[in-house]
């Protein structure tokens, strides 16, 4: 070996970089560690099993999947990028000290765009067709149509839909409903210019005054601390009394009991939800007989075989932009926590 000449794979020792998939695991996270490693050189990608071996394993971690807390984030030396393992962490994933630490925080939104606005205007359709009370009645052998018009009055293509949230999700969901004729009413906090298929766009401030507005009421925000319980029995009252609400973002952003009283008291004639204040929603609740309620137990990504690909896609793609020192995809504002 020529004097001063290092061994190839000491060069290329010091150039690794290292990854770690943080517990619980799954089968699919042992599949994206074995295509990392089959793509990707220059990385060390480590599922540690249990707490010491995560201790001793971020100390010189590069990046990161899943979820931390203070003492693992003490740990973590080097950490510059943070993927969080959904596009909505549930609360206190953001919590202070890795708010204010230095590291980039990416998440997977965008990935649930089409399936999710489907799941949307699946229960628009049912609950304007009354679907679920027909079926109880075919259950029971029973034939008899609803009566008109307090049932059967709601004709989508002449309706206004309130999508509270215009982005991906509300996005794709607005795009379907222009496609069947409906007037379309967004409300962001972030987006100023007035989006392709958005007839109309208002800031939260205004949310209070565009409820009575529209014939449905639509949901697709995050979890944030300005979000927390923000449909309560003040929100519904200012509703159309023939209007329909719609929850698919995250399930603390509504009072369940507020929408209790407010389906059973007439502020409202429906509502459909696919997630919750709590979850799974307690076998005792009174939300479960409610009138005109559809509930489906968190599921509008369920059965879809893509998503997991999609997930990986995304994976992927920032590490090849990290090793790059590029952008990376999806990167959060951690003090708002989307």
């Keep these: 070996m020529p004097k001063n000449t290092l061994p190839e794979n000491f060069t290329k020792k010091k150039k690794m970089k290292k990854f770690i998939f943080l ?44 979820t931390l807390d203070n003492e693992i984030l003490a ?5 510059k990028w943070i993927q969080a393992p959904a596009a909505a962490p549930p609360a206190g994933y953001y919590f202070d000290d890795l708010i204010n630490h230095p590291a980039i925080v990416t998440n997977f939104r965008g990935i649930y765009n089409d399936h999710i606005s489907v799941h949307i205007l699946a229960l ?26 307090k049932f059967h009055s709601t004709f989508l293509p002449e309706s206004t839909i309130l999508i509270v949230g215009i982005g991906g999700i509300g996005h794709e969901t607005a795009r379907l409903c222009k496609a069947i004729g409906m007037e379309v009413i967004g409300i962001d906090e972030r987006i100023k210019e007035k989006p392709k298929y958005v007839d109309k766009l208002f800031s939260p401030s ?69 997630v919750y204040e709590i979850e799974p929603l307690p076998i005792n609740h009174p939300l479960w007989n409610a009138p005109n309620i559809i509930l489906t137990p968190h599921i ?6 893509n998503i997991d690909e999609r997930r990986f896609e995304i994976i ?23």
């Design 206 to 274: 205004e949310l209070d005054k565009q409820l009575k507005n529209a014939d449905f009421v639509v949901l697709t925000i995050p979890h944030t601390p300005k979000t927390e319980g923000l449909f309560n029995l003040e929100k519904f009252k200012l509703m159309k009394e023939s209007a329909y609400f719609i929850n698919i973002g995250r399930g603390m952003t509504t009072k369940l009991d507020d929408l209790n009283k407010a389906l059973r008291n007439g502020y409202i004639r429906g509502a459909g939800l696919d």
């Design 300 to 305: 509008a990504t369920h059965g879809d075989l």
């Design 23 to 66: 517990p619980p695991h799954s089968n699919i996270i042992y599949e994206w560690q074995t295509r990392l490693i089959d793509i990707l050189d220059g990385w060390d990608i480590r599922v540690p099993k249990n707490r010491k071996e995560i201790l001793n394993m971020i100390e010189n971690a590069d990046a990161v999947f899943g």
């Design 124 to 149: 628009m359709l049912n609950l304007t067709k009354h679907i679920n009370i027909y079926i109880n009645q075919q259950n029971n052998k029973k034939w008899e149509p609803l009566e008109t018009p």
């Design 75 to 79: 740990h973590a030396k080097k950490l």
């Design 316 to 338: 992927l793609e920032n590490f090849r932009r990290f090793e790059n020192n590029k952008n990376l995809l999806n990167v959060v504002n951690k003090s708002l926590w989307y």
